[in-house]
């Protein structure tokens, strides 16, 4: 079974410029999230998608981050214009959470590395 | 006050030893809890759910007080291999995961 896909695996950026970053769950997953993992702590939620809806994104900033999963599938985060604390690990991750505790597993992807100068 | 808290160590042990850590969760609400494995420069795996009564998975044993709110894994026989940051994650409802900043576990020849 293939894993979660991520690309870029790294990218360097200016300040204020803008970047956007890819996800392809695992196949069938209906949910799919976003973190953002600071170096030194643990994976931050940005976002959830329940198919092509969004179930939270109150820790995702708005005035300069966006996501958007159109049809359901692969999702892409964007960051618009990017400042220097933005500079950490993306991580996708998906799930097909049935209710059972073991279907609160999320399968993560290898991440995004970006730093922001 | 965080969600999830832990030791960030990091706890340095000889192969062969135990080693032990906890995690403390603010909501009391919380369902379901887990621990996660994260190799350096990687992304997070799941180690092992955390069941009420207590669960081992050979040579991890993981614990849960739900009166105390903490949650504990125990490693035996530690390899080289164990090498890793440990991150404690609660589900609090609605099918998400809150994650500590983890637990650094250093095994050494």
């Known amino acids: 079974e293939a894993g979660v896909a991520q690309s870029p695996r790294y990218k360097i950026i200016e300040k204020r410029q803008s970047v956007a970053f890819w996800c392809n769950p695992i196949?069938?997953?209906?949910?799919l999230y976003w973190y953002q993992q600071i170096l030194g702590q643990g994976p931050k939620l940005l976002i959830q998608f329940q198919n092509n809806g969004v179930v939270d994104d109150s820790q995702l900033p708005k005035d300069r981050f966006s996501a958007e999963r159109l049809k359901g599938v692969d999702s892409t985060l964007k960051i618009q214009p990017a400042k220097l604390e933005d500079s950490a690990v993306y991580l996708c991750?998906?799930?097909?959470?049935?209710?059972?505790?073991?279907?609160?597993?999320?399968?993560f992807g290898p991440g995004t590395r970006l730093t922001v100068t | 006050r965080k969600e999830v808290e832990q030791d960030p160590g990091p706890f340095n042990v000889p192969e062969g030893a135990t080693v032990a850590f906890n995690c403390t969760y603010s909501?009391?609400?919380?369902?379901?809890f887990f621990w996660y494995r994260q190799d350096c420069r990687k992304e997070p795996k799941l180690l092992m759910s955390?069941?009420?009564s207590g669960n081992e998975d050979g040579r991890f044993t993981a614990q849960l007080n739900r009166a105390s709110q903490y949650i504990s894994l125990l490693i035996r026989d530690s390899k080289l291999s164990d090498s890793a940051t440990y991150l404690c994650?609660?589900?609090?409802?609605?099918?998400?995961?809150?994650f500590g900043a983890g637990t650094t576990v250093t095994v050494r020849a």
């Open positions: 994650v609660v589900n609090p409802g609605d099918y998400k995961l809150s």
């Open positions: 955390v069941y009420s």
């Open positions: 909501n009391s609400a919380s369902q379901s």
């Open positions: 196949s069938g997953h209906a949910t």
């Open positions: 991750a998906s799930s097909s959470p049935t209710g059972e505790v073991r279907t609160y597993e999320q399968y």
